[in-house]
Nanobody, 120 residues
Framework: VQLQASGGGLVQPGGSLRLSCAASGSISLINPMGWYRQAPGKQRESVATITSGGGTDYADSVKGRFAISRDNAKNTVDLQMNSLKPEDTAVYYC???????????????WGQGTEVTVSS
């Protein structure tokens, strides 16, 4: 399973960005999908998660500003980030817990990371 993330960049405080991630491979099921982030000098933290049924969970720091969505048919997950703050600056990683064809157990897979910088 490969995850390809895109959409990072430089944005001013208060601005918006949309991250996208597509999973490919011999995938039978993905549950859940989501995004983590790692700021310089900090540990990686969960940002948002979405189940195959559409259930979502967000870090307290992004609630009301970020929205996660997914397309089960396309194996994609998006993260709409609004009202961005300098403290949102980080490398964002998408992930997917996927069951592949011929496997009995699902495993976590990670994308390569996309950098988000919020600065004036």
């Amino acid at each position: 399973v490969q995850l390809q993330a895109s959409g990072g960049g430089l944005v001013q405080p208060g601005g918006s960005l949309r991250l996208s991630c597509a999973a490919s491979g011999s995938i039978s099921l993905i549950n859940p999908m989501g995004w983590y982030r790692q700021a310089p000098g900090k540990q990686r933290e969960s940002v948002a998660t979405i189940t195959s049924g559409g259930g979502t969970d967000y870090a307290d720091s992004v609630k009301g500003r970020f929205a996660i969505s997914r397309d089960n048919a396309k194996n994609t997950v998006d993260l709409q980030m609004n009202s961005l703050k300098p403290e949102d600056t980080a490398v964002y990683y998408c992930y997917a817990v996927a069951l592949t064809s011929g496997s009995y157990f699902a495993k976590p897979y990670w994308g390569q990371g996309t950098e988000v910088t919020v600065s004036s």
